[in-house]
Nanobody, 128 residues
Framework: EVQLVESGGALVQAGGSLRLSCAAS????????IGWFRQAPGKEREVVSC????????FYTDSVKGRFTVSTDNGENMVYLRMNSLNPDDTAVYYC?????????????????????WGQGTQVTVSS
């Protein structure tokens, strides 16, 4: 059984930083794309970032470019989202998701329905 578990969410002041982690069990991330999504109250879920393992291709939505960094831990089934210069608009439940896209290539899905596995989410709250 594949499980994704997010951690690292917290209450932080505007301008602060957090690092979210996504730990996988029951799956090897080789050949997988791992996406970070978020959903704020009353809003639709949106993609934040994506990284393709075995290729390193990354994607960031415009609102987080230059502030967020996605990375993987070589040899471990971990994916991280480093979030700097947080602002209240970043307040949301953050989810990691994973789907197999192949060992070669650099495809990094940005639509939620393209992902097969999802974590339960971790709350990030940024106070002004």
């Amino acid at each position: 059984e594949v499980q994704l578990v997010e951690s690292g969410g917290a209450l932080v002041q505007a301008g602060g930083s957090l690092r979210l982690s996504c730990a996988a069990s029951g799956v090897n991330f080789d050949g997988y794309a791992i996406g970070w999504f978020r959903q704020a109250p009353g809003k639709e879920r949106e993609v934040v970032s994506c990284i393709k393992k075995n290729g390193g291709n990354t994607f960031y939505t415009d609102s987080v470019k230059g502030r967020f960094t996605v990375s993987t831990d070589n040899g471990e089934n971990m994916v991280y989202l480093r979030m700097n210069s947080l602002n209240p608009d970043d307040t949301a439940v953050y989810y990691c998701a994973a789907t197999f896209v192949g060992i070669s290539g650099s495809y990094c899905p940005i639509l939620g329905h393209e992902y097969r596995f999802w974590g339960q989410g971790t709350q990030v709250t940024v106070s002004s």
